[in-house]
């Protein structure tokens, strides 16, 4: 069974330039999670997708992130104009039903200059 | 606050024992759980307790919970250099994981 997938690996880009990261969750599981981990602090929660819906984005920082699940499977994030503090490992977590164990992507690793 | 606490740092020589603490916020999280990152790859759980027990072993590793003081611990006994990673520990809050900063454990020969 493939696990939880997520494009790019890393990505560097400018200030004020976009970036969408991808995330594919575990097929069959409902639940979506994006969280960040900023350098040497905690990994935060962003938000929660319930298949395409938003559960949950108490953790999205600002207007400039926007994340979509359209059809319920994979989702996308997007950082749009990115800033040098969004500079991070973004990872994507899924779980078949609430509150059973969320399975982790590698992240992506962004770097904003 | 919401802060989960731990150490950042932990070296040890191999054969040793690891202990790796963390003092978490919501007495009411009823799932506690250590999560391991290795070099290059995502979170792997690793482990988990119920808030209703107060140790859990599992193998080399075993998780010891004090809900009063919110103290929660991880022992690898014969640490092991494939072992080196960082730990964190987390709890469920409501929808998401609370996450603390991460132990790096430094394992060395």
């Known amino acids: 069974e493939a696990g939880v997938t997520q494009f790019p690996s890393h990505s560097v880009i400018e200030k004020g330039q976009t970036v969408t990261l991808r995330c594919d969750p575990i097929s069959g599981h409902d639940n979506l999670y994006w969280y960040r981990r900023v350098m040497g602090k905690e990994i935060k929660f962003l938000l929660h997708?319930?298949?395409?819906?938003?559960?949950?984005e108490s953790g999205m920082p600002n207007n400039r992130f926007l994340a979509e699940r359209t059809g319920g499977t994979y989702s996308t994030l997007k950082v749009q104009p990115a800033e040098l503090e969004d500079s991070g490992v973004y990872f994507c977590?899924?779980?078949?039903?609430?509150?059973?164990?969320?399975?982790f992507g590698p992240g992506t690793r962004l770097t904003v200059l | 606050g919401e802060d989960v606490e731990q150490s950042l740092f932990l070296s040890v020589r191999e054969g040793d024992s690891s202990v790796i603490n963390c003092t978490y916020t919501d007495s009411s999280s009823t799932y506690l759980y250590w999560y391991k990152q290795e070099p290059g790859a995502g979170l792997q759980l690793l482990t988990y307790?119920?808030?209703?027990?107060d140790m859990k072993q599992d193998q080399r590793l075993t998780v010891l919970l004090n809900k009063k003081d919110k103290h929660l611990s991880l022992r690898i006994a014969d640490t092991q250099t494939g072992d080196s990673a960082i730990y964190f520990c987390a709890e469920l809050g409501g929808t998401a994981l609370i996450f603390g900063k991460g132990t790096t454990l430094s394992v060395s020969s």
């Open positions: 997708f319930v298949k395409e819906s938003k559960q949950d």
């Open positions: 307790i119920f808030s209703n027990m």
């Open positions: 977590a899924s779980s078949q039903d609430y509150g059973n164990e969320q399975f």
